[in-house]
């Protein structure tokens, strides 16, 4: 993502690292996140995810600059999470609560909550008001937490793996949820999921982490000008490895097309001969910009 | 502190159940072998105590049944209190509760304003009230309803007002000096979970045995001691005029000096926090405190 100015700007973070102890969990990353924007943040397990989501929100020590909806989450966490909403798992309601004292609860708590709209939302759910969260499935668990934090009326949304849990109804009742009647324009949402074909329709940008480091930030727009997939049958394949593609993979229903390599920037002309044009999948991309160099995909 | 009432509602939606079953169970513990059993004295008892027996009866009922509730209560609530720093990592929802706008100080100190005052307090109500459906049974089984409606209860009801408004009254003193050992056991908690307080008890109790008899340094010991001794007397005694009954004494006289006994005693109480004892519990208890808020604002213990 290009810097927007900072008017625009609901998140801006320069050289941002987080450390535990002697572990960087997050080294040196800067981006900024507009208004009205869906933003994937994608890296896996250990990349930094959930440590970079917890500075956003006051709950990690960062070093560097980091605003969010222009407050320090540090120092003015309360007033941020006021106009912020953060799921950092949606396993962790407590347990002993039934859902009624949960929507009781944040209805004191959280000044822009909905007790009308969270009603409304869980009506679309299995879940009932008088159900006890010990009781619920771990599914269940998961819709009634997206609809506690989908009815405040926050600016930002920050959701750290939400539909883990769910099935792929309930997943995709909750997308159509988040774009259709949340996502207005003026509000953006920081979404880290491992189920990256799913939500890659729904992305307006993506930020990637390998290893803390920030290795990708971009428009998915910008992602579709930047990088090149051709597909290829298998016989050029050394032919295009020559050229050092970021990634070399199988595609499924190709026919004899099966093989594609995916290039940073335009590859040369004679390159782009041996094979046809292709949009490349978010998928192939994370797994290009943060697999281990010495793990060949092609090979089996 | 705008969130003061939601987190106090959490409290009472979390701990209600808990609450009604540590006063009834042990309330129909007393009631139910009073319903079905005998009541016997003897002749020496009821010889001393001649046309009074059943004032002295329910006297005795309506203080030992406010003070047992108020103790169950109260020393229950001390256990919660401790533990409320860690007690929502077990089903993990510290991490809903601080993606809530709630500042650490006030998530930390709503709880202890719930179960070290407002239930105690509430429990020496109830035990007062309890205490008067005791004295019913207990009075009609060794008499008569009539004689149990005969008793003086206005002047019984204004005495026992009073002497749980004393205790009421002093709950904030008693606790302010007992902080210090509170939140120190809190913070032990959260750094030491299960062990916390275990550690506390070794590091003080053990700790404070070695440094007098092996060291000769018995200051911690006696520093325990003077807070724990404080706290009683914040709560009944301050006065150095305990609460009494001769057997030699009109009950009537006694009864009717109560209110006035309650008053002067909870003054003597006020009148001991001016000491440097009490500045340096003020002082450490905010220090302690401090602790625990900076734990808190590290992540509560809980990682990424």
Same mark, same amino acid.
């Given at each position: 993502?290009?810097?927007?100015?900072?008017?625009?700007?609901?998140?801006?973070?320069?050289?941002?690292?987080?450390?535990?102890?002697?572990?960087?969990?997050?080294?040196?990353?800067?981006?900024?996140?507009?208004?009205?924007?869906?933003?994937?943040?994608?890296?896996?397990?250990?990349?930094?995810?959930?440590?970079?989501?917890?500075?956003?929100?006051?709950?990690?020590?960062?070093?560097?600059?980091?605003?969010?909806?222009?407050?320090?989450?540090?120092?003015?966490?309360?007033?941020?999470?006021?106009?912020?909403?953060?799921?950092?798992?949606?396993?962790?309601?407590?347990?002993?609560?039934?859902?009624?004292?949960?929507?009781?609860?944040?209805?004191?708590?959280?000044?822009?909550?909905?007790?009308?709209?969270?009603?409304?939302?869980?009506?679309?759910?299995?879940?009932?008001?008088?159900?006890?969260?010990?009781?619920?499935?771990?599914?269940?668990?998961?819709?009634?937490?997206?609809?506690?934090?989908?009815?405040?009326?926050?600016?930002?949304?920050?959701?750290?793996?939400?539909?883990?849990?769910?099935?792929?109804?309930?997943?995709?009742?909750?997308?159509?949820?988040?774009?259709?009647?949340?996502?207005?324009?003026?509000?953006?949402?920081?979404?880290?999921?491992?189920?990256?074909?799913?939500?890659?329709?729904?992305?307006?940008?993506?930020?990637?982490?390998?290893?803390?480091?920030?290795?990708?930030?971009?428009?998915?727009?910008?992602?579709?000008?930047?990088?090149? +997939?051709?597909?290829?049958?298998?016989?050029? +394949?050394?032919?295009?490895? +020559?050229?050092?593609?970021?990634?070399?993979?199988?595609?499924?229903?190709?026919?004899?097309?099966?093989?594609?390599?995916?290039?940073?920037?335009?590859?040369?002309?004679?390159?782009?001969?041996?094979?046809?044009?292709?949009?490349?999948?978010?998928?192939?991309?994370?797994?290009?910009?943060?697999?281990?160099?010495?793990?060949?995909?092609?090979?089996? | 502190?705008?969130?003061?009432?939601?987190?106090?509602?959490?409290?009472?939606?979390?701990?209600?159940? %808990?609450?009604?079953?540590?006063?009834?169970?042990?309330?129909?513990?007393?009631?139910?072998?009073?319903?079905? /059993?005998?009541?016997?004295?003897?002749?020496?008892?009821?010889?001393?105590?001649?046309?009074?027996?059943?004032?002295?009866?329910?006297?005795?009922?309506?203080?030992?049944?406010?003070?047992?509730?108020?103790?169950?209560?109260?020393?229950?609530?001390?256990?919660?209190?401790?533990? @409320?720093?860690?007690?929502?990592?077990?089903?993990?929802?510290?991490?809903?509760?601080?993606?809530?706008? @709630?500042?650490?100080?006030?998530?930390?100190?709503?709880?202890?304003?719930?179960?070290?005052?407002?239930?105690? %307090?509430?429990?020496?109500?109830?035990?007062?009230?309890?205490?008067?459906?005791?004295?019913?049974?207990?009075?009609?089984?060794?008499?008569?309803?009539?004689?149990?409606?005969?008793?003086?209860? /206005?002047?019984?009801?204004?005495?026992?007002?009073?002497?749980?408004?004393?205790?009421?009254? /002093?709950?904030?003193?008693? @606790?302010?000096?007992?902080?210090?050992?509170?939140?120190?056991?809190?913070?032990?908690?959260?750094?030491?979970?299960?062990?916390?307080?275990?550690?506390?008890?070794? %590091?003080?109790?053990? /700790?404070?045995?070695?440094?007098?008899? *092996?060291?000769?340094?018995?200051?911690?010991?006696?520093?325990?001691?003077?807070?724990?001794?404080?706290?009683?007397?914040?709560?009944?005694?301050?006065?150095?005029?305990?609460?009494?009954?001769?057997?030699?004494?009109?009950?009537?006289?006694?009864?009717?000096?109560?209110?006035?006994?309650?008053?002067?005693?909870?003054?003597?109480?006020?009148?001991?926090?001016?000491?440097?004892?009490?500045?340096?519990?003020?002082?450490?208890?905010?220090?302690?405190?401090?602790?625990? *808020?900076?734990?808190?604002?590290?992540?509560?213990?809980?990682? %990424?």
């Amino acid at each position: 993502m290009k810097p927007e100015t900072t008017d625009s700007a609901l998140v801006e973070a320069r050289n941002l690292s987080v450390s535990y102890g002697a572990k960087r969990a997050v080294d040196d990353v800067s981006f900024t996140i507009p208004k009205g924007r869906v933003v994937g943040l994608l890296g896996h397990n250990g990349a930094g995810k959930t440590t970079l989501m917890k500075a956003m929100v006051g709950l990690a020590q960062p070093q560097g600059e980091l605003t969010v909806l222009g407050l320090n989450p540090l120092k003015q966490r309360v007033q941020l999470l006021q106009s912020a909403c953060y799921i950092p798992d949606v396993a962790i309601l407590p347990r002993w609560a039934r859902v009624s004292d949960l929507i009781t609860l944040m209805s004191g708590l959280h000044p822009k909550f909905s007790a009308d709209r969270a009603r409304a939302l869980l009506k679309r759910t299995s879940v009932k008001l008088s159900d006890k969260v010990k009781s619920l499935s771990k599914g269940m668990v998961a819709q009634a937490h997206l609809a506690l934090v989908a009815a405040i009326d926050a600016q930002l949304m920050i959701l750290d793996e939400p539909t883990l849990g769910l099935d792929v109804l309930s997943r995709k009742a909750f997308y159509e949820m988040l774009i259709d009647e949340w996502c207005d324009g003026q509000r953006s949402v920081l979404i880290s999921t491992h189920q990256v074909e799913e939500i890659e329709s729904l992305l307006s940008d993506v930020l990637m982490l390998n290893e803390g480091k920030l290795v990708l930030s971009i428009s998915l727009e910008d992602m579709d000008r930047r990088f090149v +997939a051709l597909s290829h049958d298998a016989s050029v +394949a050394e032919q295009m490895a +020559a050229a050092h593609p970021l990634l070399k993979y199988r595609v499924q229903g190709a026919g004899s097309m099966n093989q594609a390599s995916l290039f940073d920037g335009e590859p040369p002309p004679h390159v782009q001969a041996l094979g046809k044009r292709m949009r490349p999948s978010l998928v192939d991309l994370f797994v290009a910009l943060t697999r281990k160099p010495e793990l060949d995909r092609t090979h089996f | 502190m705008n969130n003061l009432l939601p987190l106090m509602q959490r409290e009472w939606l979390q701990h209600r159940f %808990a609450w009604a079953l540590l006063v009834l169970v042990p309330l129909a513990l007393a009631v139910l072998p009073l319903t079905f /059993g005998q009541v016997e004295f003897d002749s020496d008892v009821t010889s001393r105590a001649g046309p009074d027996l059943a004032l002295m009866v329910a006297l005795i009922a309506m203080i030992i049944t406010t003070a047992v509730m108020f103790l169950i209560l109260w020393i229950s609530s001390i256990f919660i209190a401790v533990g @409320t720093p860690r007690r929502d990592h077990g089903d993990r929802s510290i991490e809903f509760w601080m993606s809530l706008p @709630t500042g650490h100080t006030e998530s930390l100190v709503t709880p202890l304003l719930v179960h070290l005052l407002l239930v105690p %307090a509430a429990a020496l109500v109830v035990g007062l009230i309890s205490s008067v459906a005791v004295s019913l049974l207990l009075v009609t089984r060794f008499e008569s309803l009539s004689g149990w409606f005969a008793l003086p209860w /206005g002047q019984l009801l204004a005495a026992g007002l009073a002497v749980v408004a004393r205790v009421m009254a /002093g709950l904030p003193m008693a @606790t302010l000096w007992l902080l210090p050992v509170l939140l120190l056991a809190m913070l032990s908690n959260a750094l030491f979970k299960r062990w916390g307080l275990p550690v506390v008890a070794v %590091a003080l109790g053990v /700790g404070g045995s070695v440094l007098a008899q *092996v060291f000769g340094q018995p200051w911690l010991l006696q520093a325990l001691g003077r807070v724990f001794s404080e706290a009683a007397v914040a709560l009944v005694g301050a006065s150095g005029k305990g609460l009494k009954i001769d057997a030699n004494e009109d009950p009537m006289a006694v009864l009717q000096a109560l209110p006035a006994w309650a008053a002067a005693d909870w003054l003597a109480a006020v009148r001991q926090l001016a000491s440097p004892a009490f500045l340096l519990v003020l002082l450490l208890s905010a220090v302690l405190l401090a602790g625990l *808020v900076l734990w808190r604002q590290r992540g509560a213990g809980h990682s %990424a």
